[in-house]
């Protein structure tokens, strides 16, 4: 099957040769051709060129793309899309003056979550989060990673692993699952934070490898949550089995996790809203990505990452949702490019570098998405007609895609 677009107004993020993720000064460089052709194959990118270049070519179907663009669809490193119902009365409850960190004190927040994941069946858990998984390919997401976390029991995390594994089986998207083991200290071990790692370390963790259900391990290394120590433990045990990390790190306060995650070689340090000097420090010439989730920032009214300093200081970053129940009901990457843009002054060269291949690299999946390369899977946004790409971020709310292609398909 060819499919070709002719008279793309301009083809995004056009990297000849592959690169594996982009740094510093580096992001500010967006490549790009204007007036272009673009052919599928398949579910591959197969070939592209300037029009006045377009060798005759016999395609099963062309797309004429006059006055639209045409970029790799978004990779959304950091989600927690598989959840079972909802918390939208917390939302009122913000609203009418509760923190985020007073709501989890009162026994809401992940524990709330969690409760109602333990009390719903797997099938239920996959109806409610294949919804959402279709709503953010939709969106333009064709790669994502989805963690567990909301189970807090043997039980209920593998329930939510094995609802990941079958998204991963249904769906065309690349999906990259997470144990989140280690999100929120059960109400029994309260004042044992070692007691419930010891849990997880021994019970759960042997089981999760056993049934292969997670590429990546994660943990809550958060005042109130779990400590570097607990981080330490934690990520050393699942090295045993071969789980890289992906944790989530410096939300509320800085205690130490980003130099935990480094030591481990983590391969992304996630949320960053509170940087020290010694932070970004801790992560030049290492293999770490940063992510940045400000559609968290937003919801939590928190501070924003810090994105000019990481950039500055020659560090490369990337751009994911944090869809989740609690902190960002939202699975939006539009939104998130724009708030990058807005809130953050990362241009939007930088956004969709953050958002595309750096997000890509936080996955594992450089090689294969994030970038317009020949042989790189056919995952793409063609836009409405709009007048520029710094349009996609600027009208911020606006759904400027016409279409989403994954593997060279039309998402519905
Ligand atoms: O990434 N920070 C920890 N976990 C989630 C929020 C979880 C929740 O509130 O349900 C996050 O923001
Ligand atoms: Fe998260």
Sequence with gaps: M?????????????????VEKL?????????????????IEDDKISDFGKMEDLPEIKADETINAQGKIVLPSWCDSHTH?????????????????LSYEEIANR??????SAKTLQETSEEEVYRQSAQRLEEV?????GAVEIKSGYGLTKEGELKMLRVIKKLKENYPIPIKSTFLGAHALPKEYKGNTAAYIDKVINEILPEVAKEKLAEYIDIFCEQGYFTVEDTHRLLSAAK???????IHVNQFHAIGGIQAGVEHEALSVDHLEVMRPEDIESLKNTATMPVALPTCSLYLSIPYTPAREILEAGLPLALATDFNPGSTPSGNMNLVVSLACIKMKMTPEEAINAAT???????DLSETHGSITKGKKANIILTK????????????????????????????
Excluded at 2 to 18: C, G, P
């Design 81 to 97: 899309i598989v959840y079972a119902g909802n918390r939208e009365q917390e939302f009122v409850d913000r609203i009418n003056g």
């Design 107 to 112: 026994g809401g927040g992940i524990l709330n």
């Design 137 to 141: 390919m939709s969106l333009g997401t």
């Design 2 to 18: 060819k499919l070709l677009f002719t008279d793309i107004k301009e083809l995004l993020q056009v990297r000849e040769t592959a």
């Design 240 to 246: 045993a089995y071969g789980m890289k990390p992906k």
């Design 23 to 39: 740094s510093g000064e580096e992001m500010k460089e967006l490549p790009t051709i204007k007036n272009a052709w673009l052919l």
């Design 385 to 412: 007609e709009i007048p520029s790409y710094a349009f996609l971020p600027y009208a911020f709310g606006t759904n400027s895609i016409d279409y989403v292609f994954i593997n060279g398909k039309k998402v519905k």
């Design 357 to 363: 291949i750096n997000g890509a690299y936080a996955m």
